[in-house]
């Protein structure tokens, strides 16, 4: 089957998140701004996703819904297929997506005070939720190697306090594009047990991995750790269908999943039958045949949007090894944030998430999100080359 990721289709004015809230944001003209920021794409899902979510429509009514041996057994039959990693169906719960996730996690698992360990730059809503919990980030700045991210283990060592009780890994990582290697998780794994930390494994855009590349889910790359890990996955960012807010924890230990389970009935917590549905469908061999199109057509926008970025003088992005997520560099413009920001915002009216929002290091930074059709990141490159013309 051959899938279409070239053929424009029009976001403004269907509330997207990422192109209706443009102007309000970034005062940027919505007939005239690129909307690089959000994380989704502007493709439509797969086929087969649509009609499934298209016949629940038919339906007429949304019911209260059941169809949990298909959706689990979807999702068992993806992480297995695509991941080689073997779950079992009591294994998984339904949140309202994975910051839920996150947020339900911290509440059964941890303290207030407790602290709460991030490997920043990252995700900037792991930080928002810990905070908004009562819990305390600790930040241990990822080491910068070669324009590429690396652990710094005997760094973290020493600012360990006793006080930290979890840890969140971002796995592949955002937004450095990284896909952590097996010696890298094992290291996380040591780390999470020398200082009794929770580790929980947000693993989100797992599908989202470039040629050449394998993505090892943590219970592979150390299955000793798997009686303090929580896994978290979803279909959202793979399948484009975020909006759906349905995401999973995965928690094979006994204990975990029962501490788990009791508060999620204790707060009456269920998925919703769109996004059961649709996962269903969307974990399937039509699923895995439109993600192995889109990442290969990822990966021509990727390569294009890097080249540019490289002849760029001042400008720098490490080769994304996963997500569709560009982390670009912008310190040896020598520009303060305010200017170069500026640029790209006024001048080539292109909206990016800003560098600080994702913790320390991210200063000089920002977040190109190239999950467009390619005319538009031609459309991008074009304009940062001019928007940035007098350092060439
Ligand atoms: C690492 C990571 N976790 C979670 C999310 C968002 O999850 P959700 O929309 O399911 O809350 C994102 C979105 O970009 C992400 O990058």
Redesign the pocket.
Known sequence: MTFDFDTPVEWRGTFSSKWDKLERVYGIPADEGLAMW???MDFRTVPAVQERARRLVDQGAFTYYDNGAEYIGAITWWMQARHGWQVEPDWVFT????????GLCLDTFTEKGDGVVLFTP??H??ARAIRAAGREVVECPLAREDGQYRMDFEAWDAQMTGAEKALIL?SPH??GGRVWTRAELQGVADFAKRHDLLLIS?E??HDLVYPGYQHIPMPLADPSVVDRLIM?T?P??TFNV?GL???HVTIADPELRQRFGTRLRELSLAGNSMGQAVTAAAYSPEGAEWVDALMHYLDGNRALFEATIAEIPGLSAGRMEA?Y?SWVDFAGTGMERAEFTRRVEEEAKIATNHGPVFGTGGDSYLRFNIATRRALVEEACDRLRRAFADLQ
Not at 95 to 102: E, I, M
């Open positions: 959000v994380a989704d949140t309202a997506g994975l910051v839920n996730a996150v990252v995700y809503a792991f971002c955002n937004p947000d989100i855009h978290l979803a959202s960012k975020a807010h349905t995401g997500t997520l």
